[in-house]
């Protein structure tokens, strides 16, 4: 439900954030919310695109903090925390595709997500993807970009998933450092809690691993899902020693 308002206590935990945290967003004035009968809400059309360009613009620091805290969150969902091999497949990823313009590349990747058997309604995900973009772009600096629907509707998919693509020539797609981009994420997610995981998850891969460089060099499908399991693996095994050291 896109018009569905959230009380404090149910955003807190949405964007995997503490109460004392979320205190402060309020206080500092950083997270849209509204005041209706003496009390604060938070409507999840603005929430939704606010936390999602937060997390893209995260430092490693403040990325870390937040992987941290949603993987707490996901506990129950990825008990074993790798998500790749769970919601991406070779098949969902094409690895020469033709588009040229920001538009393009969405309406080739819906077509790619269609193919998957994934998606019940193709023309709202088109345009609910495209209403994202509109808000501001889902790129990044690097060559990389996370498309995902403005509003996470579970009647819109089958099931979580990840698509993964890789155009042949870079798209100019409005990433912060004002380059081309030419890898793309889907990540559709039926369930909340996950979604805003996710993207906290692949930018966290990007950032301490060498994964764009070796996704580019990939000879096929199968070249790439292993660079992106691989990848994680690697990131998680890191935290895993770090709180090892700690304890």
């Not at 970009?145 to 693509?165: C, M, N, P, T, V």
Request: proline letters at 4%; a negative charge; glycine letters at 4%.
């Amino acid at each position: 439900m896109p018009y569905q308002l959230f009380n404090a206590e149910e955003v807190a935990e949405y964007l995997h954030v503490s109460k004392p945290d979320l205190e402060k967003l309020v206080r500092n004035q950083e997270i849209p919310f509204e005041k209706r009968g003496g009390r604060m809400v938070f409507a999840r059309e603005t929430i939704d695109a606010w936390a999602s360009q937060r997390i893209l613009g995260f430092s490693e620091r403040r990325l870390n903090e937040y992987h941290q805290k949603s993987t707490r969150g996901t506990a129950e969902i990825f008990p074993d925390q790798a998500l790749m091999p769970i919601m991406i497949k070779p098949e969902y990823i094409a690895t020469a595709m033709t588009s040229k313009t920001k538009s393009s590349l969405i309406r080739d990747m819906v077509e790619l997500a269609d193919k998957t058997g994934q998606v019940s309604n193709s023309k709202d995900l088109l345009e609910s993807l495209e209403a994202r973009e509109e808000l501001c772009s889902t790129a990044i600096p690097g060559g990389l970009a996370l498309l995902h629907a403005r509003h996470q509707q579970a009647y819109l998919i089958e099931s979580s998933f990840l698509l993964l693509g890789r155009t042949m020539h870079e798209v100019f797609y409005g990433s912060p450092d004002g380059q081309g981009t030419d890898l793309f994420f889907l990540v559709c997610c039926q369930d909340d809690r996950i979604h805003l995981h996710t993207l906290a998850r692949i930018c966290l891969i990007a950032m301490e691993t060498e994964l764009l460089p070796q996704l580019r060099q990939a000879a096929d499908a199968q070249a790439m899902y292993d660079v992106l399991v691989a990848c994680e693996a690697e990131v998680l095994a890191k935290k895993t020693e770090g709180k090892d050291r700690r304890a």
